[in-house]
């Protein structure tokens, strides 16, 4: 939530920054902003709406002397509104009343109220109705009482409370940009003659290859040719820079015309890269010995416990069958927004399972803090190595690889959460002796196919877009599956509510029957995930019971199933597949439904509205 970039350096600036913001829209994007050190004074440039506005309005300005863009030093911030609502003013930067500071921040200041009423009984006029606007005030009143602008942050951030990233620009400080973190990701790109500030890796990866991390309660003064850090008594910390992979344009959409689809489309790639280094040779037990988790541990676990929210929630779902299945330990999965440590009977012999994209999602953070201290083990799945998960889980982490995803609505990191949650069971399973060699065996060959047959699934897009479009104008959809495909019905509910703005709900079959079934008109298509296997039948029967109340009936079948063909309006077909490794099938077509529907309803697909992707506040 909320993007944050700075640089300070020679090159040209606007350009710079507005590429970094690009780069970070992805976590917000209802108003952009930049401020620069133009000759002697801070210039802020913002608009409602996303960075292409922004770059917009800059153009204007330069056109018309509002901004010469000759600057050494500045900030930039694209937003995804908690604190007042997506407008001009309420876009950051933030000054202070004389103008001669300015702030960005993501995060939430939760005292913010008790800070403002402070200092508006002191005489302090507010302009925006953001919490951010208190620190900037807050700062600007502490140094009329210090000259030292480092003493003047270091006792405003002690008054804040919440979550916060910070970059600050002082008018008196042309060449330096200071800045703060607590709970909310910050990075420093180490550059030659020139230094970057940015809210992720990725980012920075376009213009460095060398980056330090702040930690929480960290501040630093960036220059051109210096980065300073202090604690927050004002001492001096040394912190060394880790070399990162300087990546290629991330911004590149490789000739898709959504990232979406570009990253639909990588999903058979992500899971083979994920196979190569866990499952090499399916004769062999998976590779997952980096965690260090011992086998009398594992041996010992009582209980699993998975904590995610959203997307990465389904894919515990999705998990739990196949855990459970192969394992025979209980596993229970969360919702991390809803997780109450008092009841979770979580014992030193359990393992909480932690499955966040981000890696920074707050409700997650929050619940994984508060299950550990059950002393239950942590394993942690995300797909950032620079996150705060990562750093929770350091010991017993898997990273699910799928690279950068830069489209809103999660897909392949949904399927390669699955892979690797999958690669766990089996190692556990392995480990445990819970399940036969032979099965064991088959899934893991089964696995190993899984790339061939995702690509196979993948070539049928433009036929799925004929087949889904002409459900595009209904109001309402229903998704139904049984067993391990419910969570994927939700997933593609999920899915298609996010792009489409269509109302969606997913249900377990069985439970039509027991009062949804009561919405079923000619309006609301049903779609239902039929794969050969234990649940066949009964979703057949369930299906057919939503025929008979006339819903549009459409299904994700396996090729060849006759029978839902006999059925069914549509059938979006995929290859054969056995039920448990079917999750990773199944949910190709739903995804495609979604984004067809979607591009046919002019949505905007890689940044729906009222979405960010990280979603760092609770
Ligand atoms: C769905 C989606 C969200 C996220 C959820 C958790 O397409 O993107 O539901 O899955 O906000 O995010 P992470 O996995 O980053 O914790």
């Given at each position: 939530m909320c993007g944050?970039?700075?640089?300070?350096?020679?090159?040209?600036?606007?350009?710079?920054?507005?590429?970094?913001?690009?780069?970070?829209e992805y976590r917000g994007y209802d108003?952009?902003?930049?401020?620069?050190?133009?000759?002697?004074?801070?210039?802020?440039?913002?608009?409602?709406?996303?960075?292409?506005?922004?770059?917009?309005?800059?153009?204007?300005?330069?056109?018309?002397?509002?901004?010469?863009?000759?600057?050494?030093?500045?900030?930039?911030?694209t937003r995804w509104a908690?604190?007042?609502?997506?407008?001009?003013?309420?876009?950051?930067?933030?000054?202070?009343?004389?103008?001669?500071?300015?702030?960005?921040?993501?995060?939430?200041?939760?005292?913010?109220?008790?800070?403002?009423?402070?200092?508006?009984?002191?005489?302090?006029?507010?302009?925006?109705?953001?919490?951010?606007?208190?620190?900037?005030?807050?700062?600007?009143?502490?140094?009329?009482?210090?000259?030292?602008?480092?003493?003047?942050?270091?006792?405003?951030?002690?008054?804040?409370?919440?979550?916060?990233?910070?970059?600050?620009?002082?008018?008196?400080?042309?060449?330096?940009?200071?800045?703060?973190?607590?709970?909310?990701?910050?990075?420093?790109?180490?550059?030659?003659?020139?230094?970057?500030?940015?809210?992720?890796?990725?980012?920075?990866?376009?213009?460095?290859?060398?980056?330090?991390?702040?930690?929480?309660?960290?501040?630093?003064?960036?220059?051109?040719?210096?980065?300073?850090?202090?604690?927050?008594?004002?001492?001096?910390?040394?912190?060394?820079?880790?070399?990162?992979?300087?990546?290629?344009?991330?911004?590149?959409?490789?000739?898709?015309?959504?990232?979406?689809?570009?990253?639909?489309?990588?999903?058979?790639?992500?899971?083979?890269?994920?196979?190569?280094?866990?499952?090499?040779?399916?004769?062999?037990?998976?590779?997952?010995?980096?965690?260090?988790?011992?086998?009398?541990?594992?041996?010992?676990?009582?209980?699993?416990?998975?904590?995610?929210?959203?997307?990465?929630?389904?894919?515990?779902?999705?998990?739990?069958?196949?855990?459970?299945?192969?394992?025979?330990?209980?596993?229970?999965?969360?919702?991390?927004?809803?997780?109450?440590?008092?009841?979770?009977?979580?014992?030193?012999?359990?393992?909480?399972?932690?499955?966040?994209?981000?890696?920074?999602?707050?409700?997650?953070?929050?619940?994984?803090?508060?299950?550990?201290?059950?002393?239950?083990?942590?394993?942690?799945?995300?797909?950032?190595?620079?996150?705060?998960?990562?750093?929770?889980?350091?010991?017993?982490?898997?990273?699910?690889?799928?690279?950068?995803?830069?489209?809103?609505?999660?897909?392949?990191?949904?399927?390669?959460?699955?892979?690797?949650?999958?690669?766990?069971?089996?190692?556990?399973?392995?480990?445990?002796?819970?399940?036969?060699?032979?099965?064991?065996?088959?899934?893991?060959?089964?696995?190993?196919?899984?790339?061939?047959?995702?690509?196979?699934?993948?070539?049928?897009?433009?036929?799925?877009?004929?087949?889904?479009?002409?459900?595009?104008?209904?109001?309402?959809?229903?998704?139904?599956?049984?067993?391990?495909?419910?969570?994927?019905?939700?997933?593609?509910?999920?899915?298609?509510?996010?792009?489409?703005?269509?109302?969606?709900?997913?249900?377990?079959?069985?439970?039509?029957?027991?009062?949804?079934?009561?919405?079923?008109?000619?309006?609301?298509?049903?779609?239902?995930?039929?794969?050969?296997?234990?649940?066949?039948?009964?979703?057949?029967?369930?299906?057919?019971?939503?025929?008979?109340?006339?819903?549009?009936?459409?299904?994700?079948?396996?090729?060849?199933?006759?029978?839902?063909?006999?059925?069914?309006?549509?059938?979006?077909?995929?290859?054969?597949?056995?039920?448990?490794?079917?999750?990773?099938?199944?949910?190709?077509?739903?995804?495609?439904?979604?984004?067809?529907?979607?591009?046919?309803?002019?949505?905007?697909?890689?940044?729906?509205?009222?979405?960010a992707?990280?979603?760092?506040?609770?």
């Open positions: 944050i970039i700075g640089y300070v350096g020679d090159k040209e600036i606007v350009p710079l920054l507005l590429k970094g913001l690009q780069c970070l108003s952009a902003g930049i401020a620069i050190h133009e000759g002697h004074h801070l210039n802020v440039i913002k608009t409602i709406g996303k960075i292409a506005k922004l770059e917009e309005v800059l153009k204007i300005k330069k056109a018309t002397n509002g901004t010469n863009g000759h600057s050494n030093c500045g900030i930039g911030h908690t604190h007042g609502e997506p407008s001009n003013i309420n876009a950051h930067p933030h000054f202070d009343t004389e103008e001669k500071i300015a702030v960005v921040h993501n995060g939430i200041i939760r005292n913010y109220q008790e800070v403002k009423d402070k200092l508006i009984n002191l005489g302090i006029k507010f302009v925006t109705q953001t919490d951010t606007e208190v620190i900037v005030q807050l700062i600007s009143e502490n140094l009329k009482k210090t000259k030292s602008i480092l003493d003047a942050i270091l006792k405003a951030v002690k008054e804040l409370e919440g979550s916060y990233a910070i970059a600050i620009l002082f008018k008196d400080e042309p060449d330096k940009i200071y800045a703060v973190r607590k709970e909310a990701p910050l990075v420093i790109g180490i550059g030659n003659d020139e230094n970057f500030v940015a809210s992720d890796i990725p980012t920075l990866s376009q213009f460095v290859d060398k980056v330090i991390r702040l930690n929480d309660n960290e501040i630093t003064v960036v220059a051109k040719n210096a980065v300073e850090f202090y604690d927050l008594n004002g001492g001096r910390i040394k912190k060394e820079p880790q070399i990162v992979t300087k990546t290629k344009d991330i911004l590149d959409k490789k000739g898709f015309k959504h990232y979406l689809a570009k990253e639909i489309n990588e999903q058979a790639e992500v899971i083979s890269n994920l196979l190569k280094d866990f499952l090499p040779n399916p004769e062999k037990p998976v590779q997952l010995n980096h965690l260090k988790l011992e086998p009398d541990f594992i041996k010992s676990i009582d209980r699993i416990l998975i904590l995610a929210c959203g997307t990465a929630y389904h894919a515990g779902l999705t998990a739990k069958y196949v855990i459970e299945n192969l394992t025979s330990i209980p596993t229970e999965v969360q919702f991390a927004s809803e997780f109450l440590s008092a009841n979770s009977l979580l014992t030193k012999r359990s393992l909480v399972i932690g499955i966040s994209q981000s890696g920074e999602t707050a409700d997650t953070i929050t619940a994984i803090k508060k299950a550990v201290l059950t002393g239950a083990t942590l394993l942690g799945i995300t797909n950032r190595a620079d996150s705060a998960l990562a750093d929770l889980a350091k010991e017993h982490l898997i990273l699910s690889k799928a690279g950068v995803e830069i489209s809103v609505a999660a897909t392949k990191t949904f399927t390669a959460q699955i892979a690797v949650l999958y690669l766990f069971a089996v190692y556990t399973a392995e480990i445990l002796g819970t399940a036969d060699k032979t099965s064991l065996i088959k899934i893991k060959q089964e696995l190993r196919e899984l790339p061939q047959l995702i690509d196979q699934a993948l070539v049928r897009a433009e036929r799925y877009q004929e087949q889904v479009i002409k459900y595009a104008d209904k109001p309402d959809f229903v998704f139904i599956g049984r067993g391990i495909n419910y969570p994927i019905a939700l997933e593609a509910a999920l899915k298609l509510k996010e792009l489409s703005y269509i109302h969606a709900s997913g249900y377990a079959s069985g439970e039509m029957k027991h009062g949804p079934i009561a919405v079923l008109d000619p309006n609301v298509p049903v779609v239902s995930i039929v794969v050969s296997g234990e649940t066949y039948e009964r979703v057949i029967q369930n299906s057919l019971e939503a025929k008979s109340r006339k819903a549009p009936m459409i299904a994700v079948a396996i090729d060849g199933d006759k029978k839902a063909e006999s059925i069914f309006d549509t059938v979006l077909h995929i290859p054969q597949v056995s039920e448990i490794i079917s999750p990773f099938l199944t949910v190709i077509p739903l995804q495609f439904l979604a984004y067809y529907i979607a591009e046919e309803l002019g949505r905007d697909i890689d940044q729906p509205r009222n979405l992707k990280s979603v760092t506040v609770e």
